[in-house]
């Protein structure tokens, strides 16, 4: 996979966005439960791991590893907006973990240090893929292992589905051409980590190895 065909297009998470996040962060982090939930069980944190938390946002799925790798275990989590490692460090408030403002992708991580890196929602908007799956094995112990939770294509979450074609029909109806977007748009798509028509490809295709398929 070249450079060009792994780079990302999805928006850059500013300040402006973050502060938009954190104007709705209860009910966001409220509605994000269920997969936080399923995050937290795939990455079966031990007490003791050392964990990376990627686009921790305002921190929930960061407070939940922590309580898992209790006692004995650290959790570091890191956003590359200011104002959610903010909003995290005032709703999360335990001391140990070790909070950065800092790009992913770049960002000079310790290596061989994690357990367990973990993302909820947060692995989609690298500019470059293979340079950000290639910071994060860096900072992997061996055997170590990445779980993340991303979005599906459009076609397969009901709630885009809905909107999406209800702008159709209208369209449609009033006879408006319009252009068809690719299935693949943005961030909403796990073929934005990955070029095969599954995010379970995010593995092989930036030189990790996976171990599991769920
Ligand atoms: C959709 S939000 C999810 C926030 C949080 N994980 C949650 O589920 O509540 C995506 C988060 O990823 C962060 N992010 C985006 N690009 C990033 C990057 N390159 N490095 C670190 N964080 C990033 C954003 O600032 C934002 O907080």
């Known amino acids: 996979m070249s450079d060009q065909e792994s780079a990302a297009t999805g928006p ?94 770049s960002y000079p991580l310790p290596e061989e240090r994690y357990d367990a890196i973990i993302s909820q929602m947060g692995l989609m908007f690298f500019t470059n893929n293979a340079k950000a799956f290639a910071n994060l094995a860096r900072a992997s112990r061996a055997g170590g292992r990445l779980v993340g939770v991303v979005w599906a294509t459009r076609d397969k979450i009901s709630m885009f589905n809905f909107l999406f074609n209800s702008v159709r029909q209208t369209l449609d109806r009033l006879n408006i051409a319009y252009q068809e977007p690719p299935l693949d748009f943005g961030p909403f798509s796990t073929l934005h980590l990955s070029n095969s028509s599954s995010g379970r490809a995010v593995g092989p295709t930036y030189g990790l190895r996976r171990s599991s398929d769920a």
Do not use: F, Y
Request: proline share 5%; glycine share 10%; with cysteine.
């Open 12 to 105: 850059r998470w500013t300040s402006e966005a973050a502060e938009k996040w954190l104007s709705r962060v209860d009910g966001l982090e409220r509605s994000g439960a269920p997969i936080r939930e399923l995050l937290l069980e795939r990455a079966d944190l031990q007490p003791g791991e050392r964990v990376l938390d990627v686009g921790c946002g305002s921190g929930p799925s960061t407070a939940a590893a922590a309580r898992a790798v209790h006692p004995g275990g650290r959790v570091t989590a890191i956003d590359i907006a200011a104002p959610m490692i903010a909003a995290a460090r005032q709703r999360v408030r335990d001391r140990d973990i070790e909070w950065i403002v800092g790009d992913a992708e």
